[in-house]
T-cell receptor
């Protein structure tokens, strides 16, 4: 089944404790992206990657890092999480053909205390 | 700057009533617009795109360039339509990047 898989789905952590949210897709998509979803603000892009070893900042990259060593994986790293990073995070992928259809993961709900 | 505006945070209707979820955009050129839907506890998924001109689950959306709108409509709402709806358009500098509106929650009461 074609899908985008994120882990963990739920996480509670404390300020400053590094964490990684993994994202994997099995559709051979070149493009991958991370969004955060906050009430009243909708979806905001954090980082994106056009292909392996090619990443760039989105609209709200502060406090996050990403890497794209393999085509299928695009982990989101919070080096020193803070409470304002409490949010629902979505990974998404698409082919580089454009057309705009993004395939989303199920989301990872992160709480930083 | 490109922008997608969804003016309603919440829209509540009764089953069988018509629904219109508003979306306005700012974009230079000919935009390609999308509606994504997020049902409770599920991932976001594409509902429809204007370029395909199709009706999905009874929903349609017409691009009105004069009013820069792409409202989502359904003549008779069903309870299973209750969800979060996002309007989106691609960034001009990166067509794989979608710019989303803030979303409208549709509640359909029995």
């Amino acid at each position: 089944e074609a899908q985008v898989t994120q882990n963990p789905r739920y996480l509670i952590t404390v300020t400053g404790k590094k964490l990684t949210v993994t994202c994997s897709q099995n559709m051979n998509h070149e493009y991958m992206s991370w969004y955060r979803q906050d009430p009243g603000l909708g979806l905001r892009q954090i980082y994106y990657s056009m292909n392996v070893e090619v990443t760039d900042k989105g609209d709200v990259p502060e406090g996050y890092k990403v890497s794209r060593k393999e085509k299928r994986n695009f982990p989101l790293i919070l080096e020193s999480p803070s409470p304002n990073q409490t949010s629902l995070y979505f990974c998404a992928s698409s082919s580089n053909r454009g057309g705009g259809e993004l395939f989303f993961g199920e989301g990872s709900r992160l709480t930083v205390l | 700057a490109q922008r997608v505006t969804q003016p309603e945070k919440l829209l509540s209707v009764f089953k069988g009533a018509p629904v219109e979820l508003k979306c306005n955009y700012s974009y230079s050129g000919s935009p390609e617009l999308f509606w994504y839907v997020q049902y409770s506890r599920q991932r976001l998924q594409l509902l429809l795109r204007h370029i395909s001109r199709e009706s999905i689950k009874g929903f349609t959306a017409d691009l009105n360039k004069g009013e820069t709108s792409f409202h989502l409509k359904k003549p008779f709402a069903q309870e299973e339509d209750s969800a979060m709806y996002y309007c989106a358009l691609p960034a001009t500098y990166n067509t794989d990047k979608l710019i989303f509106g803030t979303g409208t929650r549709l509640q359909v009461f029995p």
